[in-house]
């Protein structure tokens, strides 16, 4: 089967909501075949992940509570893309703000999908190294810890299944594939 023959084209659409940031569509759509079906899902503006590694190895990390799912979660910093900002940008501000560290050394992992069945958003995931300590700059109502965790902390966490946010696992993944030697990426400097 080739890929057009899987391609839903939009027939028409409207916005069911818009909040602060998310806004709900529903499209009609029309599939190869000749039907038609209705699509929700929520257009989201982009957002970042990073993955913060200390010089001895240790990775800086975030304890939030997430709303939707009630409980405190282990994370790796992140947060939305600002209008006009790029990635890049996004990476090295979410990293003070949340943790007050900034990085010599960036590194571009790759992107995710997270939700691609109910959302349009899309995280990039990055890395950072030569980490230097400073003051954090949270929004305002944003509460969160940061924490030191060994990557062998972590895996062991995720074997536990305790570690449940899965843009932090794939992160998680990402580190041991490119520790492993068998997924590469390139460093440059500060963002």
């Not at 030191?148 to 536990?160: G, I, P, T, Y």
Request: charged residues 25%; contains cysteine.
């Amino acid at each position: 089967m080739d890929d057009d023959s899987l391609i839903e084209r939009r027939v028409s659409g409207e916005q069911v909501w818009r909040g602060h940031f998310l806004d709900v569509r529903r499209d009609v759509i029309a599939q190869a075949g000749g039907h038609t079906a209705t699509r929700e899902y929520i257009v989201h503006p982009g957002a970042v992940m990073v993955v913060p590694l200390l010089d001895d190895g240790r990775l800086v990390m975030e304890r939030q509570f997430r709303y939707p799912v009630g409980r405190v979660l282990l994370e790796f910093p992140a947060g939305k893309l600002d209008p006009g900002e790029t990635v890049a940008h996004c990476a090295a501000r979410e990293l003070a703000e949340e943790t007050g560290y900034t990085a010599s050394q960036w590194a571009r992992a790759g992107l995710v999908h997270n939700a691609c069945a109910y959302s349009d958003e899309r995280i990039e995931l990055w890395f950072a190294r030569g980490l230097q300590p400073g003051e954090r700059r949270l929004d305002e109502g944003e509460l969160l810890d940061v924490c030191l965790v060994s990557e062998a902390e972590l895996d062991a966490l995720a074997a536990r299944g305790e570690l449940t946010d899965a843009k932090t696992l794939i992160g998680l993944q990402w580190l041991q594939k490119w520790r492993a030697g068998q997924w590469p990426l390139t460093w440059t400097g500060p963002a």
